[in-house]
């Protein structure tokens, strides 16, 4: 063999050996990226893990949570269990490793560990402050943790204010037929009475010879023209023949306040706290706390459920006419209910009576609701209208009970758990 061939094959050689260590380099880094490509598969796996049973806490304390202060809460301590918010808040956290059905974690079981805060701020038409909720999770093999956190507080169905007044009316009222009213005996301040409120401008109220307004202790039954002697001194305001138009405040008719320049513009807002444009955010409050059961195109299903119509949720809207006959008791004084009739008319006939706040709600754009009130239809609580006019008239009471008003305020039943939009936060 010539040198030059040997020369040639020492090259081949040297050649094959370089694509070989190449090759080799290649397929090792190959093989490493895979691993690593392996470990990053695995690594997301366990931190996916570990996120869900982080939010699988979030839910569980939130749960834990709206079901402990529905059931005790009731402003400030529940005179049964001695429960204040302080307790239920401390019944929510699980400071300690738990797993999601609320037990001990065993060995290799993920488990979460939650805790909550008091925030320091009460949001618009909340109840409490907003709670700051945070939540670790720890995946099944203990390497992987991830945290989430959020806010929520519990919105009062009156996010506004607490109706304090038996009529309350953006327009004219007319007391037409045997139309009583009891006032609320502090509506204006200690010891000054108030029956009807009205507004803005060109609201006056017509009292006609069968109305009177009188205080709780003197009411005697539905349209019986309060206690109704004749001459008497117990009512408060006593309708004229012809009928007075009150157009300002008399002191003849001291609990009458029409044309107030302060009535609210918005009352959808001033009752739920809820811009009158945003009315879904109370329709759909109503449509989730009662799993959809209480938004509805007329008032059967209320008129059937009966005293217990507000023990679930007050909140009844109804997107049509609602019509109640046969004189049922719609609510009572511990669950009084909170009839929204959007748009339609409410017609009650026979001696029904609603315990709690009918609200007739002129939506934006939409048609003009109306009542049309008769027999002995008894309305316990409070009686609010968009509109004025023929919408206010008939033959019916309507009585300030605190009793009734109190109630709202202490059943947990008239509040509802609500996430705090943007508070959501991971890290």
Known sequence: MSYQNKQQGMATIIVAIVILVVISIMVLFAARVGVFDQRMSANEARYKEAFAIAEAGLDYAAERFESEFTRLYDGSTNATSNATLATILANSQFPNNTEIDGTAPEANDPYFTVSITDSGVSPTGSAINAYTVTSTGVGSDGTATATVQRQFSMAYVFGGAVPDVPIIVGGAVGTG???????????????????????????????????????????????????????????????????????????????????????????????????????????????????????????????????????????WWVNGNCSISGGPTIGSTDN???????????????????????????????????????????IVGSFISDVGGSAMQGSYSVVYDPSVIDSFISSGNNYSFAWIPGSWRDF
Not at 274 to 293: F, G, L, M
Not at 352 to 378: C, H, M, R, W, Y
């Open 177 to 315: 037929g045997n139309f009583n009213i009891v006032a609320n005996p502090n509506g204006g301040g200690e010891g000054v009475p108030v029956s009807i409120w009205t507004g803005p401008s060109g609201s006056p109220v017509q009292a006609t010879s069968s109305s009177a307004t009188c205080h709780f202790e003197f009411y005697t039954g539905n349209n019986a023209q309060c206690s109704n002697p004749s001459g008497n001194d117990e009512n408060i305001t006593r309708g004229t023949n012809p009928a007075s138009s009150i157009t300002a405040y008399d002191p003849t008719y001291p609990d009458i306040i029409p044309n107030d320049p302060d009535f609210p513009d918005d009352l959808f807002n001033f009752i739920f706290g809820v811009p009158r444009d945003s009315w879904q955010t109370i329709e759909t409050q109503a449509k989730v706390e009662s799993n959809n059961t209480q938004v509805t195109t007329d008032c059967s299903a209320m008129v059937a459920a009966g005293t217990t119509a507000g023990q679930k949720f007050p909140i």
């Open 336 to 378: 009084p209910v909170v009839l929204v009739v959007a748009d339609g008319q409410l017609r009650v006939t026979g001696g029904a009576q609603i315990n709690g706040v009918v609200f007739l709600f002129d939506k934006p754009g939409g048609g003009t609701p109306s009542a049309d009130l008769g027999g002995t239809t008894e």
